[in-house]
């Protein structure tokens, strides 16, 4: 019994690093002229920031994006978000994302992630995957799919960052 000890404590450091997630990772994306971007330095100089996996054949995060886009502005000016958007469409379909964005008039910083290794190493297995990063770049909360009403949930939960509350009462 005491041999197994040993290798339970190692398992249990070993999964809480892979809970523990201190921001976007170093990986190569694309901003939509084609230049490559490393997703570590997406910033907001200090205020919260969401990254929300999307792809152009996906209608639930169209419909996710073109909602939160009607009340974007005023999300911006009462908290200072950013939100990017990163699409997962592969490179067949990537040259569809900027003439699509453009047509849904969407106000968003939009990112190509042609390969998923973005995807990947987040551990997006459905999308829309919404991402909520504090101040400090920090994944302080996630959410898959989308049902109407989720976006007014996020927003609850970006004034909370905003005035310092706890998010997770």
Known sequence: MNKFIPILFLSLICSIGLFAQEGLPSIQIKDLMGNQVDASILSNDGKP???????????????????????????QDETGVKLIAISIDDSRLSSKVRPFVTGQGWEYEVYLDENSELR?????NNIPHTFLLNGEGEIVWQHNGYIPGDEDHL???????????????
Do not use: H, M, Q
């Open 155 to 169: 927003y609850e939960l970006i004034t909370k960052l905003v005035n310092g509350e706890d998010i997770n009462e």
């Open 120 to 124: 990947r190493a987040l551990n997006v």
């Open 49 to 75: 920031i969401v990254v929300s996996f999307w792809a152009t054949w996906c209608k639930p995060c169209i419909r996710e994006l073109s909602t939160i886009n009607d009340d974007y502005i005023d999300w």
